[in-house]
């Protein structure tokens, strides 16, 4: 696959994000620092580990045999199925992680969970598969599955959703580093494949360095990093820290894959020089936009088509087809409202292609219709820095905070840039005029 390369004079601005030096151009050196005293669940030394799994790859090298890739779709559940995936990877996608598994459920024999979740095939390459879990032996059995096609099994460690404070997994093992550190040991001292972990950030980044250096400690070969706090979800989302990010990738051996505030091509460079990490992964933006690894700039309708026919030749839930319709076509539902309800009640792949053609249709008009004619060259931006795409183009979901005075996170993506919100902007119920905020909050 050939990999985009970014454009030398973008078409707009990109937002401004948080400054920081320019990045080592060498990996950091500097060594994680040892436990004073090594725990209990360390019951191989990592020579002995070696000797075990002679061939298994480690750190840099896993990296390498992976492509060394910098565009990375991240885990999102119910999202980057192999359909998904096989798209974005049409689209500059280097590597792609699947839907976060249950453990328990996928390693029980006795479930349907693993026949209905589980998808591959030999294109589907490099892949992570992640897991989330709480029980060690649970995950080791899961991840024993489907070793055999994975290029790594990936421990989740940031779903701050409330079913991941029902299920006790995700970011709410935060402050268990005991069983984090188990879950990962058991996967490096047993399996067959290298295992990685994806994390968030304290608000304390000494603790977060801590956190990560215990990670890599237990064998995490790869540590992807998102840079929001646990609270950093829904209304309170708000801006991803790369400095944290940064922090991590100085204080650890093994490579590490940043994630947050990526909303158009431009930014991955930026987040790369920021952050010095090794890629850069994208969640929500790689749904509503899955060009986005390419660069271009592209109609709504073309990635839905293409997505459909790749649904044709791989059998995918109509559950999934719908919810990634729905958000290709975020910003021209609203204008032609009557086609939301055909795609609601769309079954199969026809149905879901008659309303893909429908909108297809009427999107070309009001195309055809807009003076002057959209030029993906010269594109606009408002007073924050965001650009301003016609409803047909793919781009980024904007949403907005709507109580800076009270949220958790108080900065803005393009708080450098911004200008006072016009006279006539109405105020939201708490008086503030309202602002828009970052997205990619997966």
């Not at 565009?71 to 199925?81: K, L």
Request: glycine fraction near 4%; aromatic fraction near 8%; include cysteine.
């Amino acid at each position: 696959m050939t990999v985009p390369t970014r454009p030398a004079e973008p078409a707009a601005a990109a937002p401004a994000g948080k400054p920081a030096a320019a990045p080592a151009e060498q990996p950091a050196a500097t060594p994680a620092e040892q436990p004073a005293a090594t725990p209990a669940y360390f019951t191989l030394t990592e020579e002995e580990i070696v000797a075990k799994f002679p061939t298994r790859l480690r750190g840099y090298d896993l990296l390498r045999s992976l492509g060394s890739p910098k565009y990375i779709v991240a885990p999102m559940v119910d999202q980057s199925e192999l359909a998904w995936r096989m798209l974005s990877r049409r689209y500059g996608a280097q590597l792609c992680y699947t839907p976060m598994f249950h453990a328990k459920m996928f390693g029980d024999a006795q479930q349907k969970y693993f026949e209905e979740q589980w998808q591959t095939n030999e294109a589907d390459r490099p892949l992570v598969v992640q897991f989330c879990a709480n029980d060690p032996a649970a995950l080791l059995a899961a991840a024993r599955r489907i070793a055999g096609e994975a290029s790594a099994v990936d421990l989740n460690l940031g779903c701050p959703q409330h079913i991941a404070r029902r299920g006790r997994y995700g970011s709410f093992l935060m402050e268990e580093w005991d069983l984090v550190g188990r879950l990962i040991r058991t996967l490096h001292e047993e399996l067959a494949v290298p295992v990685t972990a994806k994390i968030r950030v304290f608000p304390d980044v000494a603790k977060t360095v801590a956190y990560a250096q215990m990670v890599e400690a237990a064998g995490a070969q790869i540590i992807t990093v998102h840079g929001r706090v646990r609270e950093q979800k829904g209304h309170k989302t708000g801006l991803a820290d790369w400095a944290q990010i940064r922090a991590v990738k100085e204080a650890v051996r093994v490579p590490v894959f940043a994630n947050g505030n990526i909303l158009y091509f431009e930014d991955i460079q930026r987040c790369l020089d920021a952050t010095a990490a090794d890629g850069v992964m994208s969640a929500e933006t790689n749904l509503y936009n899955p060009a986005l690894f390419s660069g271009k700039v592209l109609p709504t309708w073309q990635l839905a088509q293409e997505y459909l026919e790749i649904c044709r030749e791989v059998p995918t839930k109509s559950a999934y087809i719908r919810g990634h319709l729905f958000k290709l076509f975020r910003y021209s539902l609203p204008v032609h409202t009557d086609l939301r309800q055909r795609l609601v009640e769309a079954r199969s792949v026809d149905e879901f292609a008659a309303c893909v053609d429908a909108l297809q249709t009427r999107l070309a008009a009001d195309a055809a219709a807009l003076t002057p004619p959209f030029d993906p060259d010269n594109v606009q931006v408002d007073e924050f820095g965001y650009r301003r795409y016609p409803h047909w183009i793919c781009q980024p979901a904007l949403r907005f905070e709507h109580d800076k005075e009270h949220s958790s996170s108080k900065r803005l993506l393009n708080e450098a840039l911004a200008t006072p919100a016009p006279a006539d902007q109405a105020p939201d119920s708490s008086g503030d005029a309202k602002r828009p905020r970052t997205t990619d909050s997966s």
